[in-house]
């Protein structure tokens, strides 16, 4: 088991920036590929960014290009999602999960995702 607790949400404004934190507990995190998900009531969840077990590679999805950036430090069991120049249609509940990489490599595939966080809300007013 992977306990994933996500924090940092909150309500910004368009053009601002906020900085989401997912703090890992449980088996050996740095094994772990992770991803950061959002989803909107009454939509399906989206994929947003990935990071390798090492960080050493990502994946972004191309509506967060060139302003979300994701990345991990192994030896604090934490990934963060630097989000700048947030716009309205960001507004969503985050999730982080993880996996334990075989063949998908990256994923932007819910059902790939073995564990998740509860959630944080993030809200861009116009």
């Known amino acids: 088991q992977v306990q994933l607790v996500e924090s940092g949400g909150g309500l910004v404004q368009a053009g601002g920036s906020l900085r989401l934190t997912c703090t890992a507990s449980?088996?050996?995190?740095?094994?772990?590929?992770m991803g950061w998900f959002r989803q909107d009531p009454g939509k399906e969840r989206e994929f947003v960014a990935w990071i390798s077990p090492s960080g050493d590679e990502t994946d972004r999805v191309d509506s967060v290009k060139g302003r979300f950036t994701i990345s991990r430090d192994n030896a604090k069991n934490t990934v963060t999602l630097q989000m700048n120049s947030l716009k309205p249609e960001d507004t969503a509940v985050y999730y982080c999960?993880?996996?334990?990489?075989?063949?998908?490599?990256?994923?932007?595939?819910?059902?790939?995702?073995?564990?998740w966080g509860q959630g944080t809300q993030v809200t861009v007013s116009s």
């Open positions: 449980g088996r050996t995190f740095s094994n772990y590929a």
């Open positions: 999960a993880c996996y334990y990489p075989t063949t998908a490599w990256p994923s932007r595939v819910v059902s790939e995702y073995d564990f």
